[in-house]
């Protein structure tokens, strides 16, 4: 039995194993289970990487009957029954009796893969430590130049693509200027800085739509972000990006540091080695349609779960996940027939604006506000593993949402010594203004 990833479809699924006692290996790129959708906490200083990323192996550490390794799956040979993986500089080959896939999605660009080279992603730990770096760097340059321009351009951030992610990471931008800096740097105020959040389609947080569509563009806006709907973006570079109204076609650019891309994903690699080797369908993110038992193509002994499949319609969340993980745990298992198909439980969907302000749905019932922000702390303390990563996150949302703290915002600066001869050439010429600090 081989599991592929350690995402939550994946972690699912080797809990229901384990606790049966059925011998399995777990390949996963990374050493840790993370839990993704408080990645944006990570870029803006409330937890730690620690606190959502706890290493798989610990996890898992009380079944003897896991066997977890680090290594990437390169391949997969249906009809002999093996996979291929590169793990050490070496590529190690496994049997495997049934096969489950769960290696999530990455950052789309639509076409545009060129757009990564000047925006920041945030699927991963070292993406989101890469953000939290970015948003200090700029905060703390615009608190020492002497250029209006450049500082302004520090103090722009746009963030593309009106998803939960997006909507999260602009709200949090937003009241790190009006709550933690400005506390702490007195010649920075909230009106200096600009969050912007461009969204192609005519609502913000399209997936829910109607009124908590219409109150999350609400809350944004009272909380201070510019929010640009029926936009597109057609041009990227390292300066700014250009952007295209849906409507009237009229184009305008704007300069910003920091460009944040959250606007859409695609199955990672392993999904269309899966598709190649198994002749799945994919649709047009690279995700597999896999049939309705979550088998792929006409391999009964290979499943897909999570972000990397399509079925349905069914949202790429971690509830789907997590449920089809089990679901093809208990076929492994014998505890349901080959062949049952999968039945997705909608316990509802929710997702947090800012300080105070969140939306949630479950079945007819909708809720907004703090009520609702409540209930998306409590819902997602609930899925994180481990007591103390949950002790720890409750102390860093107290410091963070009642006090002003932001306890994991770190930032060293990189510096270089000029040389010699051109510092003589500087003093040679005119001094450049100085600021003086008060």
Request: proline share 4%.
């Amino acid at each position: 039995m081989v599991i592929v990833g350690s995402g939550f479809g994946a972690l699912a699924a080797a809990k229901k194993l384990a606790k049966a006692g059925t011998p399995f290996v777990l390949i996963s790129q990374t050493t840790e289970h993370l839990f993704q959708p408080l990645l944006y906490q990570v870029a803006t200083g409330v937890i730690s990487a620690g606190e959502i990323a706890p290493p798989i192996r610990t996890i898992l550490a009380k079944h003897p009957n896991a066997d977890v390794r680090l290594g990437r799956v390169v391949d997969v040979d249906p009809d002999e029954n093996v996979l291929t993986y590169e793990a050490g500089g070496e590529r190690l080959r496994i049997g495997y009796d049934s096969l489950i896939a769960a290696t999530g999605a990455r950052q789309a660009y639509f076409g545009r893969d060129e757009f990564a080279e000047f925006t920041y992603a945030l699927k991963t730990v070292d993406d989101a430590e890469s953000l939290r770096q970015q948003i200090l760097r700029c905060f703390e340059e615009a608190h020492t130049t002497t250029d209006p321009e450049h500082r302004r351009n520090l103090l722009t951030f746009l963030v593309i693509g009106a998803g939960a992610t997006g909507v999260e990471l602009a709200g949090q931008i937003k009241e790190l200027a009006q709550r933690y800096f400005a506390a702490s740097l007195d010649d920075l105020g909230p009106d200096d800085v600009t969050v912007t959040l461009i969204e192609g389609a005519n609502e913000a947080l399209p997936a829910f739509g109607g009124k908590l569509s219409e109150y999350t563009l609400r809350s944004l806006e009272k909380g201070g972000v510019d929010v640009v709907l029926g936009t597109f973006v057609t041009e990227i570079d390292g300066h700014g990006a250009e952007l295209k109204d849906a409507a009237t076609a009229e184009t305008r650019r704007v300069t910003a540091e920091t460009i944040i891309w959250s606007a859409g994903v695609q199955a990672n690699d392993f999904a269309g080695i899966l598709a190649e080797r198994t002749g799945c369908e994919t649709d047009r993110a690279g995700r597999l349609l896999v049939n309705p038992d979550l088998t792929v193509g006409a391999r009964a002994d290979i499943y897909a779960v999570g972000d990397m499949t399509s079925l349905n319609g069914l949202p790429g969340q971690s509830p789907v996940a997590m449920q089809g993980g089990r679901h093809v745990a208990r076929i492994v298992l014998g505890k349901h027939d080959a062949g049952t198909p999968f039945k997705y439980r909608d316990k509802g969907s929710m997702a947090i604006i800012n300080r105070f302000r969140a939306i949630t749905r479950v079945g007819k019932i909708e809720l907004t506000g703090f009520i609702a922000w409540v209930t998306w702390l409590a819902v997602h303390l609930a899925y994180m593993v481990g007591f103390r990563n949950r002790y720890v996150a409750v102390m860093s949302w107290c410091g963070s949402f009642l006090g002003t703290n932001r306890a994991h915002f770190y930032y060293a600066q990189t510096l270089t010594e000029a040389p010699a001869n051109a510092m003589a050439d500087s003093e040679a010429e005119q001094k450049p203004p100085v600021r003086i600090a008060s």
